[in-house]
């Protein structure tokens, strides 16, 4: 077994604000590796130390832990096709970043918009031949699930705002009070992959570093460069309200059109 002789500090720069960072708690990832959890003293946004567990974490992109990818790739269906619906009718051509195995991207397909895949670490089994031009620019990006893995979120997510003016992402929010990390399940330590945790006012100063209106329901936030409606916004990250408006909102799949140009 690999060992990494780890004197990790008690103290660092927040990655989102740069203010001071303290220890928080400490854990082992991968049931292995001792890591300590860092909180900012001024938005609270929680890191933790240099993660140089990486390479074994990410050996499957798909952590073992995540039993409900497919529940969760379901209702964020529903919910994006209605964002969609309300907030950006217009939208011709979107990007799933962080796309997994590519079941969001067919799911949005065969509801009808023009999705994309991209993701670094895992391979696109069901959306096939629609893998994103990373070249291009989109109307829309959707990042389910992606910022807690990012080890430096203001580069990172400056990737996404250059894709896009328009990112819709999903992140679980510190609670509060701050949970200790052997009490909040989304700290997942055995899976080794989750080593960035948000707050709202992490949150906001990340829109501010990037001239964006943010607008944020429960674990989904949306990014825009012109404001948006927060009460339309809050009835379509509603599941339930989601499905409601969907119905209102009929278009025709792409599921005939994709399948001629994967025959041609």
């Not at 893995?149 to 819709?168: F, G, R, T």
């Not at 707050?199 to 936030?221: C, D, E, M, W």
């Not at 989601?242 to 025709?252: E, L, M, Q, T």
Request: hydrophobic share 40%; with cysteine; charged share 20%.
């Amino acid at each position: 077994m690999h060992v990494h002789c780890n004197p990790g500090a008690d103290s660092a720069q927040c990655h989102i604000c740069s203010s001071s960072s303290s220890l928080l708690g400490e854990s082992l990832v991968l049931r292995r590796y001792p890591a300590k959890y860092l909180r900012c003293s001024s938005c609270g946004f929680i890191q933790t130390e240099q993660p140089y567990w990486l390479d074994e974490a990410y050996s499957s992109a798909i952590a073992s832990q995540d039993v409900g990818i497919l529940f969760r790739n379901q209702t964020n269906c529903e919910v994006t096709s209605a964002v969609l619906n309300l907030l950006f009718p217009d939208v011709k051509s979107a990007i799933d970043y962080g796309g997994g195995d590519g079941v969001l991207v067919r799911l949005m397909r065969d509801r009808g918009f023009n999705f994309f895949w991209w993701d670094l670490h895992a391979v696109n089994r069901f959306a096939r031949g629609f893998e994103a031009p990373m070249d291009a620019k989109f109307d829309f990006l959707s990042a389910f699930e992606v910022l807690e893995h990012l080890v430096d979120p203001l580069v990172e997510i400056a990737k996404l705002m250059e894709l896009s003016d328009n990112v819709l992402a999903s992140t679980c929010l510190v609670p509060e009070p701050v949970p200790s990390i052997a009490d909040w399940w989304y700290y997942m330590p055995t899976s080794g992959q989750h080593v960035s945790f948000y707050t709202p006012a992490s949150l906001q100063s990340i829109a501010k570093h990037f001239n964006r209106y943010l607008l944020s329901v429960g674990p989904y936030h949306l990014f825009t460069r012109e404001p948006a409606n927060y009460y339309w916004f809050r009835f379509a990250t509603s599941p339930r309200m989601a499905r409601w408006i969907n119905k209102a909102y009929p278009r025709a799949g792409l599921i005939a059109s994709d399948l001629e140009k994967m025959a041609q």
